[in-house]
């Protein structure tokens, strides 16, 4: 089985809400998930979800502790994801891979379909 590795930012505002994005292509598309992606070659954790983040959200943001590194099996491939606590370092963001994104205060994280794998850290922050 093929293996993936990835990071996710879990992004925390001033008021502890939790920004969760909603996928707009491939076979998981509509489903939400942190936003993140795959590391390259060569790279820290905290330099691929700083990359990824400006690519997906045209935003900067300040990596903190690593949350949670998630190992999860899909049908098709292996996922190991490295969750990492972050803030926004300004102000805006600009959706450029997603559908929609929501700032969600902890009773609010069942309100939207996470990816299988996002579940598992779901858990983790409600309580």
């Keep these: 089985m093929k293996s993936i590795e990835v990071v996710a930012a879990i992004i925390f505002d001033e008021q502890e809400r939790i920004f969760a994005t909603q996928r ?16 390259e070659a060569g790279e820290t954790p905290q330099q691929a979800l700083k990359r990824e983040i400006h690519e997906e959200l045209d935003a900067e943001i300040e990596v903190g502790e690593l949350l949670r590194t998630i190992d999860y099996d899909y049908p098709n491939f292996h996922l190991t994801m490295h969750c990492f606590k972050c803030k926004l370092a300004g102000g805006h963001v600009t959706l450029l891979e997603h559908e929609a994104a929501k700032w969600l205060k902890t009773e609010e994280l069942d309100s939207v379909k996470w990816l299988p ?8 922050l409600k309580q």
Excluded at 30 to 35: A, G, H, N, V, Y
């Design 24 to 39: 707009g292509y491939g076979e998981w598309k509509d489903w939400w998930e942190f936003p993140g992606g795959k590391m």
């Design 117 to 124: 794998a996002d579940e598992e850290i779901i858990n983790e």
